[in-house]
């Protein structure tokens, strides 16, 4: 499962400031990811607050199941020091999302307190960013499954935690085309 996971605000996504975040709503968004994650045989769990602490809950109760998560964090980029603490906790990666470029706008949004925690950044794609982070993180588990798939065929033991993930569809390939 793949948590998609957005911040503050971005529940106003296609009518606050489009001029910035475009006209695309956060349904739009939900739609893009579960589609191009239902390609490689992923299920898709979407959130959004504007409290912090019920991010962090949500991040905290599916990081079992999780096999990796999207984040925008909204305006928590630059303030939370939980959120960061807490994708380290979780035992998948994360991927960082911002529709705008945060390092090309105003000073105080150009740091990011996230970014450690997570395992890469897409910024200023637009909603696309978020399509780019599904297609990465399905096509890592996918490639992750085949060499499961592979050890087993040589008699080789695989790990617990590989022999528990979900599985994913090692043919599939996203053919959904982003917005």
Known sequence: MILLVNGPNLNLLGEREPEIYGRETLADVERMVTEACAAYGLEVKAFQSNWEGALLDFLQEHRHEAQGVILNPGALTHTSRALPDCLRSLPCPTIEVHISNIHAREAWRRESFVAPAAHGQIVGLGVAG?????????????????????????????????AQMIPVDVNARGEYEPM
Request: proline residues 3%; glycine residues 6%.
């Open 130 to 162: 978020y399509y780019y982070a599904a297609l990465h993180l399905c096509s890592r588990l996918a490639a992750q499954a085949a060499a499961g798939e592979q050890a087993v065929a040589r008699g080789e033991d695989v790990p617990v935690e590989e």
